[in-house]
């Protein structure tokens, strides 16, 4: 049994899953799992997408490589996806959106993404396409919504979520006794 939870950060690049994920690793202790360096560090990518002009990776091979670790608890899973984590695995999804998408086209903008790319994100944002994912692979009592546009959200997010997994880790030591 896990002592510590694994926490899913998505949403579309650009609303902070990252900044979220290394303030929570700093105030909790939990480990910060950033799925893109582990993709490129543990060679899990498939192929490069012209278009996009973004790596496609090899979900079966980035599973498979991260499994171990998950397995013991204690990572903020940091990716903009998460339908292909298994439900097991998983004990709180956040689903960080960004409402305004002229905030989130001048992030995407000043990190230099192909015009194709900014789009396609920004349309995944304006429709709700990852919080729809997550409702569709997550039970819906461990899927969570927050804001994240402001400079303030991200503390008062964080904070909540410490709070989450203060509980979290209070549930489980109540239930092994």
């Known amino acids: 049994m896990r002592t510590s939870p694994n926490i899913i950060i998505t949403g579309t690049p650009g609303v902070g899953k990252t900044v979220h994920c290394e303030q929570l690793a700093q105030d909790t202790g939990l480990r910060h799992l950033s799925i893109n360096q582990i993709a490129k560090d543990r060679d899990c990518i498939e192929t490069y997408d012209e278009e996009l002009k973004t790596w496609v990776v090899d979900e079966d ?8 670790e998950v397995l013991q608890g204690g990572y903020l899973i ?7 984590f298994p439900k097991s695995w998983i004990d709180l999804v956040v689903v960080l959106r960004c409402p305004s998408t002229s905030t989130l086209y001048d992030r995407l903008s000043s990190r230099g993404y192909h ?8 349309d995944a ?7 729809e994912e997550a409702r569709e692979g997550f039970d819906e009592e461990i899927v969570v919504e927050l804001n994240s546009e402001e400079d303030g959200d991200v ?10 997994i203060e509980n979290w880790k209070s549930d489980q030591s109540k239930n092994s006794d």
Do not use: P, Y
């Not at 015009?115 to 920004?122: G, R």
């Not at 503390?155 to 989450?164: G, L, Q, T």
């Open 155 to 164: 503390e008062a997010n964080c904070a909540r979520i410490a709070s989450w």
């Open 78 to 84: 940091d990716w903009h996806a998460c339908d292909l």
């Open 115 to 122: 015009e194709t790319k900014l789009q396609e994100n920004l």
């Open 61 to 68: 091979k980035l599973l498979d490589a991260i499994e171990d």
């Open 125 to 131: 944002e304006i429709f709700g396409v990852l919080i």
